[in-house]
């Protein structure tokens, strides 16, 4: 036996897959520290050593994989499938780039800066409009004018159908042409001759999207969109965004706000220490000894563990915190959607044993295992993948959700998308309906979605899905 190497790791609940996802990568690879070259084979066997120790279901590897395949298709077919087994994998990763992975881990992409659902434009029809949800400000998106709503039907002259939307979306080059439709008064969506430039840069998100407080019927609302748990800027050791976080709640606790609306309908996962730290602010019962989540790894790991008597240090505890607002809280009502998933269905769990959590929108995507970056320390495979490696629980023991959250009230955004924070918008004003009482009052009248849905741009967010832990991984001996 041999002690293993730690290395500062990103524990996360894994993206479900990239939209677009880039082709594997030509052997021989070059590594340009020395200008030596790696073969496919050294890769793999990186892989394969790694996936051994690791894998959540490492028993389920193969004896002997076809280490003569290129990188990417090797680590695929190492893979124990869900497609193949119902209880198996639907979200470990591999990609060519680990400084990219761990960059776009952190909320930093090249990106024009808006995210969009696609949808063909009649049930039967080829051709596809695409639905701004959010614009990231001062985004090159924002700079050009998008708004969360907007639907564009072109991208460079060429009209999007199901034929050619990947190839036009993922077209080379930064700058592109959109052209827009819009809405008559009947409700029809109609093509316009107004079209917009964007040209895509490298750009790093802030998750904290948006924060209000609204006073109605004698109630203090506290309203947050968050859409990524990312704590800081790529490379950053500050905790930026989780200091953010904490500024907010500490006016919501000022404002007296006594009922909170989280929007995380785009937030596909993140940071567990961030996602610790905002139901640390929430939970009427937070403190430092009360168990949030629980990890779980392959049985070789968790025997070993077990046997050091160090299996407890997989337990994530709440944090004491000044801008908790709990003990004015009864409920916390959350907003889905089926791109909600991981860290944001890690709050949804955890929070369950503490207090009523009422969910408003569309069933979650349900994933509730989670995978750490792993990377070459030599430094000679430039290759980072994302491996399942752990399965999560609450105080109780509760991981049943593999389906995903279903709502308590099922809600589908509309086409004629409004303002995120406004009032009238078709999530939010459900949300405050039931929290005032007033059933009828905050509906607005929508566009109801009737089109075929196609896909997302959120499919393709590397932080999407994903649950980092900072700390270092307990260290464990590899069990050959």
Not at 34 to 42: H, L, P
Not at 87 to 92: A, E, H, I, P, Y
Not at 128 to 142: C, D, F, K, M, Q
Not at 442 to 452: F, G
Request: charge should be neutral.
């Amino acid at each position: 036996m041999r002690t293993f190497c730690v290395w500062r790791p990103a524990l996360v609940l894994a993206v479900s897959g990239a939209f677009l996802m880039a082709s594997c990568k030509k052997d021989p690879e070059v590594n340009p520290s020395d200008g030596s070259t790696v073969s496919n084979q050294e890769v793999n066997n990186w892989i394969l050593s790694t996936m051994r120790d690791w894998y959540y279901w490492n028993d389920k590897i193969p004896a002997n994989p076809d280490e003569s395949l290129a990188p990417k298709d090797f680590f695929d077919s190492i893979l124990y499938k869900f497609s193949e087994h119902p209880d198996g994998d639907r979200f470990s990763w591999i990609e060519e780039s680990a400084e990219q992975l761990q960059a776009e881990l952190s909320g930093e992409s090249k990106t024009a800066g808006f995210d969009f659902n696609l949808y063909r434009t009649q049930q039967n029809s080829d051709n596809i409009v695409g639905s701004v949800l959010y614009v990231l400000p001062n985004s090159p998106a924002a700079q050009a004018g998008l708004k969360r709503g907007d639907i564009f039907y072109s991208i460079d002259g060429q009209r999007l159908t199901v034929g050619n939307y990947e190839q036009l979306l993922g077209a080379s080059g930064d700058t592109h042409s959109y052209g827009f439709a819009n809405f008559d008064a009947s409700g029809k969506l109609v093509e316009t001759n107004t079209t917009k430039q964007i040209t895509s840069v490298v750009f790093q998100e802030d998750p904290v999207y948006k924060d209000s407080v609204y006073t109605i019927g004698g109630k203090t609302i506290g309203y947050l969109v968050y859409n990524q748990f990312v704590p800081g800027p790529n490379g950053s050791a500050t905790r930026t965004y989780d200091q953010k976080v904490d500024a907010i709640f500490s006016k919501f606790k000022a404002s007296g706000v006594n009922e909170l609306v989280l929007d995380l309908r785009y937030n596909p996962g993140g940071d567990v220490q961030s996602a610790v730290n905002l139901a640390s602010s929430i939970s009427p019962v937070a403190t430092n000894s009360t168990v949030f989540a629980k990890f779980e790894y392959n049985k070789s790991i968790m025997d070993y563990l077990r046997s050091e008597g160090v299996a407890n240090q997989l337990n994530y505890n709440f944090r004491a915190k000044a801008s908790n607002i709990g003990a004015n809280l009864s409920r916390v009502f959350v907003l889905t959607t089926g791109r909600t998933a991981s860290a944001s269905e890690l709050i949804i769990n955890g929070l369950k044993p503490f207090m009523n959590v009422v969910t408003i929108g569309d069933t979650t995507v349900g994933k509730n295992v989670g995978s750490q970056t792993f990377t070459d320390t030599t430094g000679r495979i430039k290759w980072g993948m994302q491996p399942i490696v752990i399965k999560i629980f609450n105080s109780k023991g509760q991981s049943d959700y593999t389906g995903g959250f279903a709502p308590n009230t099922f809600k589908q955004e509309p086409l004629n998308l409004r303002q995120l924070g406004d009032i009238s918008e078709s999530y939010l004003g459900e949300a405050i309906a039931q929290i005032t009482g007033t059933p009828n009052a905050r509906r607005p009248a929508d566009i109801q979605r009737v089109l075929p849905f196609v896909g997302s741009s959120l499919s393709r967010k590397a932080g999407g899905s994903n649950m980092f832990i900072d700390a270092p991984m307990p260290k464990i001996k590899r069990l050959q």
